[in-house]
């Protein structure tokens, strides 16, 4: 004798489906929100190696640092790779160099000329404030210093900012090779020494070099990574991440 069998009705598979459909709305956002807070740890873990590399570069040269990159002597993207592991201590093209990556960087969009946001190879931007004449009140709002210092020579080292995260927009440049870090660093457009280059700042005109290079809104909510001169590295909202932490003085 057959045996019947009992089918699914219409109603009981559109409830599975709905089912189906909160559980997705309740987990997606979660998923959404663990893949950014990986993204933030990455880019932190980045910062840390980096500020690992300062030190030990500082320890190779006297105690001298980096600044500028328009220096064309010491362009801390091209120095630091023999510092950041055996891996990357026979590396000749910084492209290779992981670390040099933010996993957050902005994949859509372009900068100027149209270029991709997605071939930036320089995620970051050094801080070149001459801490010993900021130059707060001057024209360009800050000044430049282009030769390396001395490490010890920073004052509070743990409260100055080394390195952050590079903002993206159409006024900024997009790195995509050895040939426009070498032009970027000639125009002087990788470096942060004014307070309308920090987060807070609304300027970005194009062809203006005082237009915001720190990132606004990088990781978490407005706000973005950062590398201090003693080798941590910790996140800092838009609004505190003023001159203080660059050159000392508000």
Partial sequence: MAR????????ELLVVIAIIAVLMGILLPALGRARKQARDVSCLSNLKQLGIALQMYAQECDDFIPRALDNQNAKWVLVFIPFLGEKNRKIEDYRKVEVYQCPSFPPTGAGINGYANREQTVDYVVN??????????????GQQKDNPTQLHSVLRPSERIYLADNEAGDWRPVVRDRYDLNLVSNLNLLDVWSTTQLPASDQTAKGNNLHRRVAQDRHRNRGCNNLFFDGHSAWLSAQENTSRYWCGVE
């Fill in 128 to 141: 070149a404030w001459d801490m010993d004449k900021p130059g707060l009140t001057s024209g360009n709002k």
């Fill in 4 to 11: 019947n069998r009992r089918a699914f009705t219409l109603i």
